[in-house]
Structures are given as structure tokens and as C-alpha cells.
């Protein structure tokens, strides 16, 4: 009963934005309406599905958009698996934790079934961002489509992702070598209100962190000891962002405020003066965060997005055609 009544919200919804087409340089909103118009219902009930089994999966939903934006653009080329001759981004350290990509195949076939090579993989999973991220009680926003899928995938790529141990020098470089301001760094940091991270991630703040300190300074400590009995149990133990793991909201923003940052890059955007005003001003503000977190989404979708003869779109989402 609940999920009908989440479809019938989500069909209002659309129905409320009919006619506001949405561009982004040469994605369009509409790109699928004549070629396959069942497109985003058939992510979208996907998507449902495997939140109500498994709640924990919109966090890996959506960290799989921001990776593979991040490398080579938004190109699908996250999702590509290792041969033998080559390592892929996925099997990247800073990649081994991501999830879903069993929601993503499956979308990937109910849409090969229904409109054969006709939406993108890069599509799918920008499409499977934005319901985890409604679903879990974030905003609704309007996704341009028309991405092609990568042809390359490597391990040595990934070398364009923030790492977690920056600080905002580094993150804010990162994120303007993208085009991204530090309106949206914050922004997007902000999805870290869903998923978790695993132990080997942060623990180097829990002990021997420098010469003068063995816990990070700007870790509350009490946090950092309920840290450490969690990791105690080893590298990949998940601890999540924040206390409402599968929820999106502001307490991502608050944990910021209580120095319960998991990771060094989300503690410094509160510990950095720069960046503190806009973690205050999201922690009071619910609307204003969920309003610069779509604009943000929409921003970073479209980078470097491949079109035309730039790629291609595979038949299977973990194989180049």
C-alpha cells in the first residue's frame, strides 16, 4: 500500500512539472519521451524495490553518480568491470565500497526488454541517484538525459576522486577543477547524510594521527571512542556519516557542528572558516540545503557528459560493447 501510494506521489509530481523542460547543454529532460517513455518509471520502480528490501542502498546509489561523474565525466564507466587486461574504476581502493550495482543491471534489462540500446547505463544511474535520494526524504529534481556510456574504465583514472582525507585546500581544488564552486562542494558533501563509510577510510584519526596528537583534535572524543570500538572489528566495518543513515536530511550538518565529522574532508568544512557560515546556514535551513543540493546534482550531472558518436549505449552496463 505504501509503495502504491509513493508512485502515485511520484506520477503527481511529473505531472506537476509536465511542460518545464529541463537543458543542460545538449541533455534534455524530454530525451526519452518518444524513444522510450517508460524510461524513468522503470528506474524508478526499480529503485523502490530495492530500498524497501534494503534501505542502506540509496547511499550507494548515489555515491555511484558522484564517482562516476568524477572520472571521465558522467560516462557510466563506474560500472564497467575489470578483464584481465585491465583494472577498472571499480576495483579502485577508492571505489571497493561502493554498492548497487545490482539495482543498475536490473534496470538495465527491464529497459533492454522494453526500448532494446536505447538508454544509456551514465542515464540509469543519474536517474537512480535521484529517487534514492527522494525516496530516502530528500528533494525531487528534474534530471537531463541524453548521456552516452564510456568506452574506458581504469583503475589509474580514479586518481580524480577526493580522496577522504583532505582538507579544504584540497577539496576545494578538486571540486573547481570541475567546474564546481564551494557552494556546491558543501552541497554535495551534503549526500554523505545517506550511506556509510568503512574503518580504513577514517582511522588514521583515531590513532597515532601526528606527533603531538593520537586522536584527530577536531574529533569530539567521545565519538572517536565509540569509532574505535566499532573498527575494532576491522578495516571494513561500515560506520554511517551520520546517525540517520538512510535518511536525507540536515544531521550530516549537525554532526559537522558537534566535531562528528566521520571523515577528515567532512569535518574541515566546518572546521574551515570559509566553509563553516554554509554548514551553519544548511543545519538551520532544511529548504535552502535541498535547494543548492539539486542545483548542485544538476550542475554536476552534466559534467563532461559524452554525446553522440562520444560513446555509446552498451546492451550490458558491465561491458563496453
Known sequence: MIASH???LLLLIELLLFGVQLNVGALTSNYYDASCPFAEFIVRNTVNQALRSDSTLAGGLLRLHFHDCFVQGC??????DSTK????EKDSPANLSLRGYEVI???????ENQCPGVVSCADIVALAARDAVFMSGGPYYNVAKGRKDGRRSRIEDTIDLPPPTLNMTGLSKMFAQQGLTIQNLVALSGAHTLGAARCASFKKRLSNFDPNNDVDPTLDSNYARMLSRSCSA???TQVGFDFTPTRFDVNYFYALQGRMG???SDQTLYTDPQTQSIVNGYAMNQASFFSDFQQAMIKMGALVAKEGNQGEVRRNCRKIN
Open 85 to 88: 587486461d585491465n583494472t577498472a
Open 75 to 80: 560516462d557510466g564507466s563506474v560500472l564497467i
Open 105 to 111: 543491471d536490473q534496470a538495465k534489462q527491464m529497459l
Open 234 to 236: 576491522g578495516d571494513d
Open 6 to 8: 509513493l508512485t502515485e
Open 262 to 264: 566521520l571523515l577528515t
